[in-house]
């Protein structure tokens, strides 16, 4: 589901604040009704009016990309670095984002134009399992593991329960890799996790969303995401909330 006035905004029609004065000002239906008020929710199934002609939306277009380093998880930047959206410069669709990883964090990323599907996967009440893999400094240990799959309290907020497997560690460069499983999204979480337990992440990287994988991709390739793979992201997020439903 997507707001109205964002919905506008995105056909082309009319910028964000242009649009929220079509609709204060009645020229803008919703299956057939006129609406005036601000922060309505619209489905892929709706049909908007904007004085009587029906607005052009987009097809919805799903892709996975390997973010590479150094690359910014947005549709433009005003210090002009590079975005993910740049290495899509022959899809013609205004994709974006479905959250976010950090400029110098690689892996899998989803891009899409639907807002509905994007904004159950990235809404906190949708346990999308994410598995990472971190390049810490200091050497882990076992209790170290424990606490990151019993949560770590940042924040004041305790995280949710993960799951932490030890790949390797070198004594001689005192450095940790270590696969981490976590089921929630907050700013900068993993990262603020191995911090708590005083190991600096020096490189991460994001291997898997959901079923989702970097399968044969490079940094900065991206491919379309199959219709089974889109409809496993949407059955995911429904058994997620069926299952916090039932608690």
Known sequence: MERLQKVIAHAGVASRRKAEELIATGHVKVNGLTVKEMGIQIGNSDVVEVDGV???REQPVYFLLYKPRNTISAVSDDKERRVVTDFFGGVSQRIYPVG???YDTTGVLIMTNDG???QQLMHPKYHIP???VAKVKGMVDPMSIKKLER???IDG???APAKANLISADRVKQTSIVELTIYEGRNRQVKN???ALGFP????KRETYGSLNLEGLKPGEWRELKSFEVNSLRNLAKESQNQKDKR
């Open 151 to 153: 949560g770590i309290k």
């Open 100 to 102: 976010r990883l950090d």
């Open 157 to 159: 907020k305790k995280t």
């Open 116 to 118: 509905e599907l994007s």
């Open 130 to 132: 994410k598995t990472y």
């Open 54 to 56: 029906p607005i052009d």
């Open 193 to 195: 996790m191995f911090m």
């Open 201 to 204: 992440v020096q490189k991460l």
